[in-house]
Structure formats: structure tokens, C-alpha cells
């Protein structure tokens, strides 16, 4: 067989080229989003099994659209990684979750966490924790009451430059919790020498929870969480069963659009305002 190299130049893809010619259109537009002030963070609440109270917020990015629709994460992160926009859009996204938390202080809300989605090129900065360090300190918000979220493929992906930047962050106070966990594979061992506070069992597995196969997942997340002493939330619950099922297991948080969906911040306002307080 012909090695890889020898195929690189010679096939002309229309496909391929108009992909990249999409992915430059996106960034272009998305910068300009960004510098335009465009873009705004939404927040999910997640809640406790046990009575429902709220206790957390994940920001979740959105993009708005001049035609009143929305483009979603899933289509401008992986956009927003590849040009490196990434690290000034968490950033921000950083410094959005630390106004929140003195907003919701103002509420009357003092005991909330919000969790935050960390991308690899942000790890990948070696002044990372000191940026995270200078916004806490420049809010003045408790380190307790941000998380951040890393991806278990950003943790394969450069294990050990990962593990020496979460020893970093955590001496700074921020709880780490690993998201979608169980959708990659390899993690086992690292799991053991990565400082977390909290795993997030991916929405597939909570979805799959009415299949035999998908509540033993499940249930082995949360048991391994338990053995670790890690706390385990459970992402996507939509249905009460599901609900049910989660904390038969065990796992003693929750996020899913059976509490709420994520919402712009004074929806989130309005509904904290209802809610019995924790
Ligand atoms: P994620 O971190 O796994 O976030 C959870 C996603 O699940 C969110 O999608 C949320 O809206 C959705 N979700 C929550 N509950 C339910 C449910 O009950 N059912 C269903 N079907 N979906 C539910 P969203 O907001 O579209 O975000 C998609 C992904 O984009 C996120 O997945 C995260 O990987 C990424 N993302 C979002 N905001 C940021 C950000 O600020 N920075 C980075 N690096 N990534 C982000
Ligand atoms: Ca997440
Ligand atoms: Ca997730
Ligand atoms: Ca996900």
C-alpha cells in the first residue's frame, strides 16, 4: 500500500475546499461577533437530587443571529479552537460567569457555583492559572464558587500538560469537574492522579438509561465517582424516570431540560426568584 504522503496533493477535493472555505467565513464572522459584543453566555441550572434546590450553573456560549435565530456551540466552538479564538472567547466567557456570581450575590444568591467549559488551546497557556487567579481576584469571587469544565479528550489529548496545569488551578480554590465523562476510553489511569472535585456522566448514557447497557454505564460512573470521593452530576435528565433511575443510583446532582434549559441571564434571575433557596 502507498503511504499516506504520497495521496497528500494528489486528489483536488471540491468538498474539502469549500469546508475550509466555510470554517475562514465562520471565523471571520465569528470575530467579528465577539468584537461587536454579540455574543452573550447563557446559564443551566443544576440541582440537588435530593430536594431539587438549584446549586449550580453551567454558562453555555451563544451565538445570536441577525435573523433572530441561534448558531449553536457545537458548531463555533470546534471553529473557535481550530483559530485559536478560543482562549480571548473563555476568557471572556470567565470573566462573564464572575460578574454573574456578584449579580447573583446582589440576589440574594450566595451559595451558587457556575461551572465553565475549558478548551485545550486554554490550557495550553502556560499563564492560564494566573489569568483565572487575576480574574477571581479583580471580582473578588470565591474560587469555591467557579468550576471548570475540561473534556476527557482534552485530557488524553496532553495528559500530562493537563495534570500539571489542574494541580495549578486547584491550588487557586476552583473546583474541576471532567465532563462527558465515559465517552472516551483511556482515562482510567489518569482519573487517579487528576485533582477533581466532581464528573459529569454524559447525557448518552442518561439517554440510554431504559437500555441494560446504559444503566450499567451509568450506575459504574457513579459507583467509581463514589469510590474516588468525587460528587457526580448527572447531565440531560429530561424525564422524570430518568431522574428516578439517577437517584436510585446514587448521584446526587442533576442538569437536564427537566429543571430548566439554559437561559439568558434575566430569565435565570426570574427563575432563581422562584425557586426555594438552598
Ligand atoms: P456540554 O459542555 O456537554 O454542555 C451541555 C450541553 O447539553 C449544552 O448544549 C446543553 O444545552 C445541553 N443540554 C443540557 N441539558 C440537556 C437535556 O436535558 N437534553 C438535551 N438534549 N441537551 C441538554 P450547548 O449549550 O449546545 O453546548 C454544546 C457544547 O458546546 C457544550 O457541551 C460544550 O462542549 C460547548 N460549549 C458551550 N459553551 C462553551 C464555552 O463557553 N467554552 C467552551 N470551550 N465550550 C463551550
Ligand atoms: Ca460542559
Ligand atoms: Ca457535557
Ligand atoms: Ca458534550
Known sequence: AKKQSDHRFVYYDPNMERATEQRIEMTHALRKAYADEALCVWYQPQIDLANRE???????????QADGSMIGPDVFIPVAEYSG????????????????????????????????NVSMPQFRQTEFPAQVARHLKYHGVNPQQIELEITESVIMDEPDTVVNVLRKLKTLGVQIALDDFGTGFSSLNYLRQLPLDRIKVDRSFVQALDRPSGAIIAETIVRLGQRLKLHTIAEGIETERQELLMRAMNCAEAQGFLYAKPLPADELMAFLAKCPKP
Not at 449550580?56 to 451565538?63: C, M, N
Not at 471572556?92 to 465553565?116: P, S, T
Open 54 to 64: 438549584v446549586i449550580g450553573l453551567e454558562a453555555l456560549l451563544r451565538w445570536p
Open 85 to 116: 479564538l478560543i482562549i480571548e472567547l473563555g476568557e471572556w466567557v470567565l470573566n462573564q460567569a464572575c460578574l454573574m456570581l456578584k449579580r447573583l450575590e446582589h440576589a440574594g444568591h450566595r451559595n451558587l457555583r457556575i461551572a465553565v
